[in-house]
């Protein structure tokens, strides 16, 4: 099946651009410049990827990444923002965006961007619903992690992670008590690695924190090591 992204984009020479250049990695492309009417268009349709400006008409690209998120968490979102405001990047990332672009970017960082997530999405596409003597479990204590069907599990309740969020985890427990810088994680989970967007990996770390921490401002399980990165501390699941 053909992948389809969703760009919400209100400057029509930057969505032209996108789409030219998309197009190369032979994906359909639709193409939105309202904000509310993006918001629709996105809840009625299957995108693999969402390319989502912040400024837009009739409601913020904020906004929307809150609702598509609340609604399909899954959906893969990559937010657009001008190079200046910070605030708007850590804001997206905190309401769920995977990833965010900063304008003016190139061609060539869209495309690898893009194809990164493009190949998460084929992953999920990809699993499916085993019974349970086929599912790949990784049982942490309380936490088990389906790694098949991309579900979590801590004290039997499911937690609803982002793609994003499930795969960063599923890294972290994979290799418990190890170490893993901010440029790694971007690099293992993200797919690529561009000097500045290391605070994406902060903020993913503390949306894991507060769906699997008691306390997310004292995390036992997803640890910080001053001065090199994260880990993930299987001491931290009480049994």
């Given at each position: 099946?053909?992948?389809?992204?969703?760009?919400?984009?209100d400057d029509l020479d930057i969505a032209?651009?996108?789409?030219?250049n998309l197009l190369e990695l032979g994906v359909e492309i639709d193409h939105q410049t309202?904000?509310?009417?993006?918001l629709t268009q996105a809840?009625?349709?299957?995108?693999?990827v969402i390319l989502l400006d912040v400024m837009l008409p009739n409601m913020n690209g904020l906004d929307i990444c809150r609702q598509v998120r609340d609604k399909r968490p899954m959906q893969i979102i990559i937010m657009l923002t001008s190079k200046n405001s910070e605030t708007d990047r850590v804001l997206g990332l905190e309401l769920g965006a995977d990833d965010y672009m900063t304008k003016p970017f190139s061609v060539r960082e869209l495309q690898a961007r893009v194809r990164s997530q493009l190949r998460k999405v084929h992953v999920l596409q990809q699993s499916h619903v085993p019974s349970p003597q086929e599912s790949e479990s990784l049982c942490?204590?309380?936490l088990r992690i389906e790694q098949k069907n991309?579900?979590?599990?801590?004290?039997e309740q499911e937690l609803v992670l982002t793609a994003t969020e499930f795969e960063l985890l599923q890294h972290l427990a994979n290799h418990p008590g190890q170490v893993f810088s901010r440029s790694h994680l971007l690099e293992s989970v993200w797919g690529y690695h561009h000097s500045g967007y290391e605070h994406t990996v902060n903020s993913h770390i503390n949306r894991l924190r507060a769906k699997l921490e008691k306390n997310a401002t004292s995390p036992k399980i997803v640890q910080t090591v001053w001065?090199?990165?994260y880990k993930f501390n299987p001491q931290g699941v009480s049994d």
């Open positions: 099946m053909t992948d389809r992204i969703l760009i919400v984009e032209n651009l996108m789409r030219v309202d904000g509310q009417l993006a809840l009625e349709n299957d995108y693999s942490i204590g309380t991309h579900q979590v599990f801590l004290a001065g090199v990165g």
